[in-house]
């Protein structure tokens, strides 16, 4: 198989560094989860076509990462609570 490189908008990696460290590992692990299987994501419309995302738990706490991909790369748009979410993803 081949290597797949993983890119981090700006807008992803302000909010991975608020996290705290147990979120982070809820977050990598769903990160993680994508790169094996880019499909387990929900596919948007409209505005966002092209846009996956894929809801996870992290402390108790329902979370969203907005990704998009191809076979060779995985980009990471945006990750965080669903508050503001979708309005915070049409922006990056």
């Given amino acids: 198989m081949t290597e797949v490189s993983v890119q981090q908008t700006n807008a992803f990696l302000r909010a991975y560094k608020k996290l705290r460290n147990n979120q982070k590992d809820a977050v ?3 990160v993680a989860d994508v790169m094996q299987d880019p499909s387990l994501g929900d596919a948007k419309k409209g505005d966002l076509a ?22 060779a790369t995985r980009i990471l748009l945006l990750v965080g609570s669903h508050e503001n979410f979708y309005r915070n993803l049409k922006r990056v």
């Fill in 50 to 71: 092209g846009v996956y995302v894929y809801k996870f738990d992290c402390v108790n706490q329902q979370f969203l990462l907005a990704y998009e991909y191809d076979p």
């Fill in 28 to 30: 990598d692990l769903a």
